[in-house]
């Protein structure tokens, strides 16, 4: 089992991630409306995972952010796959694809869990959501 400050460090490092992503690719869009969608989807992440870290500090805990590698890692992928193709719909694939490893990694993580804490609970729950909606959102770009 997993404990409530792991799932709110996985809380913390998704968002992370997801900021990560679009911040790489937003570079390369071009399109008015994908960019305010991925400034507020941007900013919607930063919500969460300045939640997470808070709250992990108030259990006495420092947020365990992304590793140089994990991040580097995203950087180089996103940036190649963006660079060979700029389009609306393959920025919006790639969004797509990340939210969607989000969602998996959160539903496991979570069943994984000893959730006792509704705070805890909440925040994982907000977390698929804004996963969840952002895969919505980024559809109209395909």
Do not use: W
């Amino acid at each position: 089992m997993l404990s409530e400050n792991q799932l709110l460090n996985h809380i913390y490092q998704t968002a992370e991630m997801g900021r990560e992503g679009i911040q790489s690719v937003l570079k390369y869009a071009g399109e008015p409306k994908l960019i305010d969608a991925l400034n507020s989807q941007c900013a919607e992440y930063e919500k969460l995972q300045n939640t997470a870290g808070s709250m992990l500090q108030a259990r006495g805990e420092p947020p365990r952010g992304l590793g140089p590698v994990a991040k580097a890692s995203s950087e180089v992928v996103s940036t190649m796959k963006a660079m060979t193709d700029r389009s609306a719909a393959n920025i919006a694939e790639m969004m797509i694809q990340g939210s969607t490893m989000g969602v998996t990694k959160s539903l496991r993580t979570l069943r994984d869990c000893d959730l006792r804490d509704d705070g805890v609970r909440r925040l994982a729950d907000k977390l698929l959501k804004t996963e969840q909606a952002n895969i919505e959102e980024m559809k109209r770009f395909l």
